[in-house]
């Protein structure tokens, strides 16, 4: 059984840093295309980032370039999202999710899921 789970949110103020990580269980990333998505309240879940495995590729939205980077750990299976000077539009549950196909930003190619993990930047 194919497990995805998140860690690293919290409450944080403008300009502080947060790292999450998200371990995949039941299945190598090697050769996986991983996710990092965000949904506000309100709002329609959103791509932030993805990572390609086996090429290294790394695809951000403009919002975020410059201030996250994702990374991967083979021996760990994990997958990691470094987010520094954070903002409060940037407040929102962060899921990570392994891609099956489609485009990179379209939730329905994604196949698994983790349980997402509270982000919330005060100004």
């Known amino acids: 059984q194919v497990q995805l789970v998140e860690f690293g949110g919290g409450l944080v103020q403008a300009g502080d840093s947060l790292r999450l990580s998200c371990v995949v269980y039941g299945r190598t990333i090697r050769n996986l295309v991983m996710g990092w998505f965000r949904q506000a309240p309100g709002k329609e879940r959103e791509f932030v980032v993805a990572?390609?495995?086996?090429?290294?590729?790394?695809y951000y939205i403009t919002s975020v370039k410059g201030r996250f980077t994702i990374s991967r750990d083979g021996a760990k299976n994990t997958v990691e999202l470094q987010m520094n000077n954070l903002k409060p539009e940037d407040t929102a549950v962060y899921y990570c999710?392994?891609?099956?196909?489609?485009?990179?930003?379209?939730?329905?190619?994604?196949?698994?899921w983790g349980q997402g993990t509270q982000v919330t930047v005060s100004s």
């Open positions: 990572i390609d495995w086996s090429s290294g590729n790394t």
């Open positions: 999710a392994t891609r099956d196909w489609g485009a990179l930003s379209d939730t329905r190619g994604y196949d698994y």
